[in-house]
């Protein structure tokens, strides 16, 4: 998410990461890394990120209050996992503990979270803008019965008139009975969730690794009418590498 040429909000750190250090190698750029949770494919892309090895380029790793939640990016730095060790890095990395909006006051930016149903501790935000807002919900289970922590009022109610919301719908109803307990969420109930808060574009993503694109448009014209059914004024695409927004 760019807050300005030179400044950029990303969050989470899975495989994008190696596409945006690439789209913005050698610029001299500040970057804030928001993560959601620790699981492996949201932090993996941190070491091909090829902007941190470049010293005109400073890297904000905000950790929610735990100091793990940035250690554990550059802790696959090890020689081991990854050839590049941390103290070789360029660039100026630093983690930051305090509120997550904190770093984003000076660009009019605020920043709201809400604890999610997935094993392990796992947050969506709310980033607001003078502009508009967008909402990003990854690994959410809507109707668990395990690792219970927000109800689908709740998350209505964080989610409500967002500009944009953004999230997990990797599978779909006829799925649920083999994949309940998995901590994601349908297609079917997340169109029902951007009806209830009234977003104006749902962006589906987190796609079951199985899906092929043509799988993929299916589902965005079956949300569409779903959308439409339910008297929504709400617009739906399912997300794909690229693909831009305006909050």
């Known amino acids: 998410m760019s807050l300005d040429p030179d ?3 990303i969050l989470d750190a899975g495989t994008g990461l190696y596409r945006l250090g690439r789209h913005d190698l050698g610029q ?11 699981h492996w494919d949201h932090i993996q892309g941190f070491p091909m990120f090829r902007q941190h090895m470049n010293p005109d380029v400073s890297i904000r790793i905000v950790s929610t209050g735990d100091p793990d939640w940035g250690g554990c990016l550059l802790s696959q730095l090890d ?3 990854f050839p590049i060790l941390e103290d070789e890095l360029s660039a100026n990395i630093e983690l930051h503990t305090g509120p997550p909006g904190a770093l984003l006051e ?3 930016v605020s920043v709201s979270r809400i604890r999610l149903n997935h094993r392990g501790a796992c947050y969506g935000y709310r980033i607001s803008t003078p502009t508009g807002d967008l909402c990003y919900i990854t690994d959410h289970e809507m109707d668990a019965e395990d690792h219970v922590h927000t109800s689908f009022e709740e998350l209505a109610a964080f989610c409500s008139e967002a500009g944009v919301l953004v999230h997990d719908a990797t599978y779909t109803d006829a799925q649920m009975p083999e994949k309940a307990g998995l901590g994601h969420s349908t297609v079917e109930r997340v169109c029902e ?4 808060a009234g977003v104006r574009d749902l962006v589906l993503f987190h796609h079951d690794p199985e899906r092929p694109d043509d799988m993929l448009d299916e589902l965005e014209r079956m949300a569409n009418d779903r959308l439409d059914t ?3 004024a709400t617009s739906c695409r399912a997300a794909y590498e690229g693909l831009e927004l305006d909050v």
């Open 7 to 9: 400044h950029t909000l």
């Open 28 to 38: 001299a750029k500040t970057y804030f890394i928001l993560l959601s949770h620790r």
């Open 79 to 81: 020689g081991v996992r």
């Open 106 to 108: 000076r660009f009019d």
């Open 193 to 196: 969730l951007a009806a209830r």
């Open 230 to 232: 339910l008297d929504a």
